[in-house]
């Protein structure tokens, strides 16, 4: 079974650019998770899907990240304009049940995106 | 708000060396969940374990196990006789009741050297 795939594995843009992440869950996961660690940093959430719908955003740094899921099957997490302070590893995670504690205990990690906005 | 503290920004053994990473964590809640992930060069979060806040029985698998102090607020993690594919970042993650999301550390690199 294939795990959590995100692309591109790094992506070198320029500041004021546009930036399209992305990333395909396992399948038949309904919990979609975005987080994002800047060097050395902690790993931050994001925000989370539950099939199409944007169950928690308030991990989104600003409106110039909008992320979708298309028919609750991938998503897209897109940053315009980019900035310095954008760069860092972008995460994507899926699990089967809405709530980690109490059903799977875990989440599935993809290996990352990393950013760098020169 | 919650928070976890990994102090250890990087630890260099060599092999068959025993080592711990530590982790500190911060909430207000008393039913929550403590998480140890490691990160290969690989780049993926690969999941080693849960702990829930009602239960302080240390754990062992294998090689590893960890140490779960309530009274300390601790969750820390050892590695026995390290091998050289030890050799990763760990991160250490808390998420309260009722929340999906995790909580993370800054990570802690481990070098084991052959």
């Known amino acids: 079974e294939a795990g959590v795939t995100q692309f591109p594995s790094h992506s070198v843009i320029e500041k004021g650019q546009t930036v399209t992440l992305r990333c395909d869950p396992i399948?038949?996961?309904?919990?979609l998770y975005w987080y994002r660690r800047v060097m050395g940093k902690e790993i931050k959430f994001l925000l989370h899907?539950?099939?199409?719908?944007?169950?928690?955003e308030s991990g989104m740094p600003n409106n110039r990240f909008l992320a979708e899921r298309t028919g609750g099957t991938y998503s897209t997490l897109k940053v315009q304009p980019a900035e310095l302070e954008d760069s860092g590893v972008y995460f994507c995670a899926s699990s089967p049940g809405p709530y980690i504690p109490t059903l799977t205990g875990e989440l599935f990690f993809g290996e990352g995106s990393r950013l760098t906005v020169l | 708000a919650q928070k976890v503290t990994q102090a250890q920004t990087e630890i260099s053994v060599v092999e068959k060396e025993d080592v711990t990473l530590d982790c500190v964590y911060e909430?207000?809640?008393?039913?929550?969940?403590l998480f140890w992930y490691k990160q290969p060069p690989s780049g993926e979060l690969v999941f080693l374990i849960r702990?829930?806040?009602?239960?302080?029985q240390n754990e062992i698998s294998g090689r590893y196990s960890w140490n779960f102090q309530k009274s300390t607020s601790s969750f820390n993690f050892t590695i026995t006789a390290s091998q050289v594919v030890d050799s990763a970042v760990y991160f250490c993650?808390?998420?309260?009741?009722?929340?999906?999301?995790?909580?993370f550390g800054k990570g802690t690199m481990l070098l084991v050297s052959p």
């Open positions: 899907f539950v099939k199409e719908s944007k169950q928690d």
């Open positions: 702990r829930n806040s009602f239960d302080e």
């Open positions: 993650a808390l998420s309260e009741a009722g929340y999906s999301t995790l909580t």
């Open positions: 909430t207000r809640d008393t039913t929550y969940y």
């Open positions: 399948s038949g996961h309904d919990n």
